[in-house]
């Protein structure tokens, strides 16, 4: 079942409000975007199980389409191709689905109740937030506080695994390169932001006993390796959970 969806058209607030109402009845989020780098920037960040796309008011690009699924960095969504000559599309593409527009309120209903949720945990504000808070405890209990850059990198991160532990497999490739969209930074300036929080809370050992659990060295050695990014976001992540 879905819970969130994206529509994106160029002001047809009757589309909106239609499909508005629609969602409303499926106890489904919807947001109305205007331009594409709007329609990005949810995609990327919340993960919308679908996206209705007005093709009338914004002619669809097939190929940024087909570079953002190629790139293999983020979920991507159900595509609803609204039109008024569904006809004229003929795609192999099991993930776009074409709805004429004159009509749609059936179509979409099934597509809304047919589509699979994104896997992973769905985390409320609340739960964010709660997350955040540990996360920033034991942040400063280490000696990482909002002065350096990674500290806000690191608490994302933390956040991202815990929706969905199956990133970790792809630490260095889906994680950090989803995090320098949402800040738009470079992906090495996050890695090298998160490693030098680290390094700092290594150095300072503010407190010892919680640096040695991440880094494995023995309650009375002072030597051993720095954590690397990966190890120090899993054992974030279990010490949140």
Not at 90 to 99: F, Y
């Amino acid at each position: 079942m879905c819970k969130s969806a994206i529509l994106f058209s160029k002001r047809d607030y009757s589309l909106g409000e239609a499909l508005r109402y629609v969602c409303r009845e499926q106890k489904i989020n919807l947001i109305y975007c205007l331009t594409f780098p709007e329609v990005i920037h949810y995609v990327v960040t919340s993960n919308p199980e679908v996206l209705f796309y007005d093709a009338e008011s914004i002619d669809f690009n097939f190929e940024v389409y087909d570079d953002f699924v190629r790139s293999n960095l983020f979920f991507i969504p159900k595509i609803v191709l609204l039109t008024l000559n569904p006809s004229s599309y003929e795609l192999n593409d099991p993930n776009i689905i074409v709805v004429n527009k004159r009509n749609f309120s059936n179509d979409v209903v099934n597509v809304l109740n047919n589509v699979k949720e994104k896997q992973g945990k769905i985390l409320t504000l609340e739960k964010a937030e709660e997350i955040r808070g540990k996360t920033t405890r034991i942040l400063s209990e280490l000696g990482i506080t909002t002065k350096y850059l990674g500290y806000e990198y690191i608490r994302e991160l933390v956040l991202s695994v815990i929706e969905d532990k199956r990133v970790m497999q792809s630490f260095n490739k889906k994680l950090y390169p989803k995090l320098a969209m949402r800040y738009n930074t470079q992906v090495n300036n996050i890695e090298r932001n998160i490693r030098n929080a680290i390094t700092v809370a290594s150095q300072r050992i503010k407190n010892k006993i919680l640096f040695d659990e991440i880094s494995g060295r023995g309650l009375l050695s002072n030597a051993g390796p720095i954590p690397s990014n990966k190890q120090f976001i899993t054992w974030l992540v279990d010490k949140v959970c």
